[in-house]
């Protein structure tokens, strides 16, 4: 039961054709066995499930007295029918008078008037054995696993990292507003640039719309032309003109035509307000951009990670293994590599746990989590019986539905120094479907030694070749294992019994 398998419709009683033809009575004279084989081969006909696809005449469906051409091999209908589960019974054949119709055409506007008065009759009718066993084929046909891993599923990360979890319905948006620096650097560039502009415009319109206030209240705007009136704000005639005198205060621009004077003390308030805002503005935003910019996430663009994981063995343990690499000469300080399992299950109680994490172990007991990322390196995880791949096998492998999630972390070279506090942490991720691992394979080399160094081609860094590798799981090859030194011991207890020397009898 797992979170990526699609749920099973509610509604059952879609499945069907519309309209029916009415039951022919039953000859009188006919046997009680006869009639309950006519009557189970009817009920067979009205539960047989419709198809979900058109005929290729008409929009509608099949017609009642059009001919029908058979089905080719590659129709939908062959396919169908190849697909089904041998314990399935196969469908009964239609009627030909019945007319076919499509899923999205099963509502009342859609179906014809003769059918409408029997769709309430229908779905008040409570479904046959045979009904319920048919569409039950139907919904396991549907939820096959080796076919919905063709299918393309959602993934919980996306291969170039990217976490496909949405946020909704957040009620308490205030503490948004407590942690207001992080919020705006999350913006994305458009909208941070929008709020950038908008800090700057906002104050210089409140502020001009104040100076020009103050302005027309002392009557400076109507004694522009007075030398002997002692105005509180120098050549300030309209709201432009206190427009321009806030944002060159702001700026502290000062071109000298426009001033704020000594007759009155609420202008050098203002002025002086306004010059504290200013500075606040300008640590707030240039600090912000400073982090926008300076945020590591695009470094992640040149860790790379292989597209496919294998399975083979390795030093005689069954080892599942993928590749990273970095693209750059500035490497990344102090990289530790972890991975996570994505996988839902049910307990024992019933408990059903969407997207369950667990933790693989990369080597975090013995240190090989912490690398130096200098060359492209195979990270390796041992399968054995503290793994939850312990009893996969190549066969259940392509049954199950699960998704490992790969992160990788560093200090960028270019911002860190020898305290590696001061480091701007990089993280990169991707993530493995089952359909991305392959069994029985492994990676080929990369590295040469040319000119007196180390030559990396990444050309081959997605290369793989096929080993020799048991099907089996890492469990079975063990309980094989054990198998054999039991006999092998078993064996050598019995030929040192038999070449033990007799014992001769004393005088």
Same mark, same amino acid.
């Given at each position: 039961?797992?979170?990526?398998?699609?749920?099973?419709?509610?509604?059952?009683?879609?499945?069907?054709?519309?309209?029916?033809?009415?039951?022919?009575?039953?000859?009188?004279?006919?046997?009680?066995?006869?009639?309950?084989?006519?009557?189970?081969?009817?009920?067979?006909?009205?539960?047989?499930?419709?198809?979900?696809?058109?005929?290729?005449?008409?929009?509608?469906?099949?017609?009642?007295?059009?001919?029908?051409?058979?089905?080719?091999?590659?129709?939908?209908?062959?396919?169908?029918?190849?697909?089904?589960?041998?314990?399935?019974?196969?469908?009964?054949?239609?009627?030909?008078?019945?007319?076919?119709?499509?899923?999205?055409?099963?509502?009342?506007?859609?179906?014809?008037?003769?059918?409408?008065?029997?769709?309430?009759?229908?779905?008040?009718?409570?479904?046959?054995?045979?009904?319920?066993?048919?569409?039950?084929?139907?919904?396991?046909?549907?939820?096959?696993?080796?076919?919905?891993?063709?299918?393309?599923?959602?993934?919980?990360?996306?291969?170039?990292?990217?976490?496909?979890?949405?946020?909704?319905?957040?009620?308490?948006?205030? $503490?948004?507003?407590?942690?207001?620096?992080?919020?705006? %650097? +999350?913006? !994305?560039? #458009?909208?941070? *640039?929008?709020?950038?502009?908008?800090?700057?415009?906002?104050?210089?319109?409140?502020?001009?719309?104040?100076?020009?206030?103050?302005?027309?209240?002392?009557?400076?705007?109507?004694?522009?032309?007075?030398?002997?009136?002692?105005?509180?704000?120098?050549?300030?005639?309209?709201?432009?003109?206190?427009?321009?005198?806030?944002?060159?205060?702001?700026?502290?621009?000062?071109?000298?035509?426009?001033?704020?004077?000594?007759?009155?003390?609420?202008?050098?308030?203002?002025?002086?307000?306004?010059?504290?805002?200013?500075?606040?503005?300008?640590?707030?935003?240039?600090?912000?951009?400073?982090?926008?910019?300076?945020?590591?996430?695009?470094?992640?663009?040149?860790?790379?990670?292989?597209?496919?994981?294998?399975?083979?063995?390795?030093?005689?343990?069954?080892?599942?293994?993928? $590749?990273?690499?970095?693209?750059?000469?500035?490497?990344? %300080? +102090?990289? !530790?590599? #972890?991975?996570? *399992?994505?996988?839902?299950?049910?307990?024992?109680?019933?408990?059903?746990?969407?997207?369950?994490?667990?933790?693989?172990?990369?080597?975090?007991?013995?240190?090989?989590?912490?690398?130096?990322?200098?060359?492209?390196?195979?990270?390796?995880?041992?399968?054995?019986?503290?793994?939850?791949?312990?009893?996969?096998?190549?066969?259940?492998?392509?049954?199950?539905?699960?998704?490992?999630?790969?992160?990788?972390?560093?200090?960028?070279?270019?911002?860190?120094?020898?305290?590696?506090?001061?480091?701007?942490?990089?993280?990169?991720?991707?993530?493995?479907?089952?359909?991305?691992?392959?069994?029985?394979?492994?990676?080929?080399?990369?590295?040469?030694?040319?000119?007196?160094?180390?030559?990396?081609?990444?050309?081959?860094?997605?290369?793989?070749?096929?080993?020799?590798?048991?099907?089996?799981?890492?469990?079975?090859?063990?309980?094989?294992?054990?198998?054999?030194?039991?006999?092998?011991?078993?064996?050598?207890?019995?030929?040192?019994?038999?070449?033990?020397?007799?014992?001769?009898?004393?005088?």
């Amino acid at each position: 039961m797992l979170a990526y398998l699609p749920r099973p419709p509610a509604d059952t009683s879609r499945y069907g054709t519309f309209p029916q033809k009415a039951d022919l009575p039953a000859p009188p004279v006919a046997p009680v066995e006869d009639g309950r084989q006519q009557a189970a081969a009817t009920t067979a006909k009205r539960s047989a499930p419709m198809p979900n696809y058109l005929s290729a005449a008409r929009r509608g469906g099949f017609v009642p007295g059009e001919p029908s051409l058979p089905p080719s091999r590659g129709s939908l209908a062959t396919q169908h029918q190849r697909g089904r589960p041998s314990w399935c019974p196969p469908p009964a054949p239609q009627e030909g008078g019945a007319r076919f119709y499509p899923l999205h055409a099963l509502s009342v506007a859609n179906i014809p008037n003769a059918a409408r008065g029997k769709t309430s009759a229908r779905s008040s009718t409570v479904p046959t054995p045979e009904g319920l066993q048919s569409r039950r084929c139907k919904l396991l046909e549907e939820d096959n696993p080796v076919q919905a891993g063709k299918r393309q599923r959602q993934r919980y990360v996306t291969k170039v990292g990217k976490c496909q979890v949405n946020l909704g319905n957040i009620q308490d948006k205030k $503490r948004f507003l407590s942690d207001i620096f992080t919020t705006i %650097v +999350d913006l !994305k560039y #458009r909208w941070f *640039l929008f709020v950038f502009m908008m800090c700057y415009i906002l104050t210089w319109v409140v502020f001009g719309i104040i100076y020009f206030f103050d302005a027309w209240v002392r009557g400076d705007v109507g004694h522009q032309d007075d030398p002997e009136w002692r105005a509180c704000i120098e050549n300030v005639d309209s709201f432009i003109s206190a427009l321009l005198l806030s944002v060159e205060s702001q700026r502290t621009i000062g071109y000298g035509t426009r001033m704020v004077t000594a007759n009155c003390a609420e202008g050098v308030i203002l002025l002086m307000a306004q010059s504290i805002i200013g500075s606040m503005i300008d640590a707030m935003m240039v600090g912000c951009m400073f982090v926008k910019i300076s945020r590591p996430k695009k470094r992640a663009q040149t860790l790379i990670f292989s597209k496919n994981c294998v399975i083979s063995r390795r030093d005689e343990k069954l080892c599942l293994m993928f $590749r990273v690499g970095d693209l750059r000469e500035s490497h990344m %300080v +102090d990289a !530790k590599i #972890r991975a996570k *399992l994505i996988k839902s299950r049910q307990t024992a109680e019933g408990e059903f746990i969407p997207l369950e994490q667990s933790e693989l172990n990369l080597g975090y007991d013995t240190g090989e989590d912490r690398l130096f990322l200098v060359e492209p390196q195979i990270i390796c995880h041992v399968i054995n019986h503290h793994s939850p791949f312990w009893d996969m096998s190549a066969e259940s492998l392509r049954r199950e539905q699960f998704e490992i999630i790969i992160i990788l972390e560093g200090i960028v070279e270019a911002t860190g120094n020898c305290c590696l506090a001061a480091g701007m942490t990089c993280q990169a991720r991707t993530s493995y479907t089952e359909d991305e691992i392959l069994w029985g394979y492994r990676f080929e080399p990369c590295m040469s030694l040319e000119k007196g160094a180390f030559r990396v081609d990444y050309s081959r860094f997605e290369m793989t070749f096929e080993v020799q590798t048991p099907a089996a799981s890492a469990k079975e090859l063990q309980e094989l294992r054990e198998l054999e030194q039991q006999e092998h011991s078993t064996l050598s207890l019995y030929w040192d019994h038999l070449l033990q020397p007799c014992a001769l009898p004393g005088p």
